[in-house]
């Protein structure tokens, strides 16, 4: 059953939604419903504080009884976001860790949405055990990735930044799933963009396993299997819930994945 010491809050802050759940720690499985309210217009911090508070107040966690854990789309670095590509500006150089704290009036984790879901499919999902580099890429707002090396995860690679040459545009303006709904594009021409973008991050970088997150990887079936790649590609095992289950996962204090500093599970 799970305990104090193995249930705890996971919240998924995103350019659109803000996602919560309460996790198992023993198996990364949702002990509670998902609930999800839209991402305030703009996503200031004040307004995105608010809307954090009522998803833990629907959940039940208010209280401290849970450790939380927080991820948010931007760059994270001793607490503070230093980058905010779908967000507010106020984001850029912002002690954001300490600024939940308070509000909230709890401890908390924080770290990058990408990153976070990259420890869930390293520790429960898709790269566990995987030996070698796994990219895992969320394909939303914008695109998020994590990269996990033999079981340690390298934060903030920002890849949904690489530049489109022809064009000088972030890669995510022209393939991340915001960009099939802007443009209307059906599946097939949004997977000849996806083409693209693997194809120069599996040139840059070797990898031997994309793992596929973000709330259209429930759809991998209409896209996955257009791609042509040396790499395996593959959806995430808890597609859009990895946010929260390893915002969950990296609350309890020890992250020993983002310090870098211990292998595996
Ligand atoms: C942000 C990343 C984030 C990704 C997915 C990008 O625009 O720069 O930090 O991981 O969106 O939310």
Redesign the pocket.
């Known amino acids: 059953m799970a305990t104090e010491k193995t249930r705890a809050v996971g919240i998924d802050i995103?350019?659109t939604g803000i996602k919560g759940g309460i996790v198992d720690l023993e198996n990364g499985q949702l002990l509670s419903d998902r609930v999800k309210v839209s991402t305030p217009a703009g996503a200031e911090p004040d307004d995105v504080l608010v809307a954090v508070r009522s998803v833990l107040e629907t959940l039940g966690a208010s209280d401290s009884d849970y450790a939380l854990g927080v991820a948010?789309?931007?760059?994270v670095k001793n607490g503070r976001t230093l980058?905010a590509?779908?967000v507010s500006d106020k984001w850029i150089d912002f002690p954001a860790e300490e600024f939940f704290e308070q509000g909230l009036g709890r401890d908390i984790h924080f770290a990058?949405?990408?990153?976070v879901a990259g420890v869930a499919e390293m520790r429960f999902g898709a790269a566990k055990d995987v030996s070698g580099l796994t990219i895992l890429t969320?394909l939303?707002?914008?695109?998020?990735?994590a990269m996990i090396y033999d079981g340690v995860l390298i934060p903030?690679s920002?890849l949904?930044?690489l530049q489109r040459a022809k064009h000088g545009k972030?890669a995510?303006a022209y393939a991340?799933y915001s960009a099939m709904e802007r443009d209307k594009l059906e599946w097939d021409e949004w997977a000849a963009r996806l083409q693209w973008y693997y194809s120069h991050v599996e040139f840059l970088f070797s990898p031997d396993l994309f793992i596929v997150g973000g709330g259209v990887s429930k759809h991998a079936d209409k896209f996955l299997h257009l791609l042509k790649l040396r790499t395996p590609i593959v959806p995430a095992v808890h597609r859009n819930n990895a946010g929260i289950i390893g915002a969950a996962a990296l609350s309890l204090g020890a992250s020993p994945e983002l310090d870098g500093t211990v292998t595996g599970a």
Do not use: K, L, V, Y
């Open positions: 995103g350019g948010f789309p931007a760059i980058s590509a779908n990058n949405d990408a990153d969320t939303g707002t914008g695109i998020g990735s903030n920002e949904g930044h972030d995510e991340a």
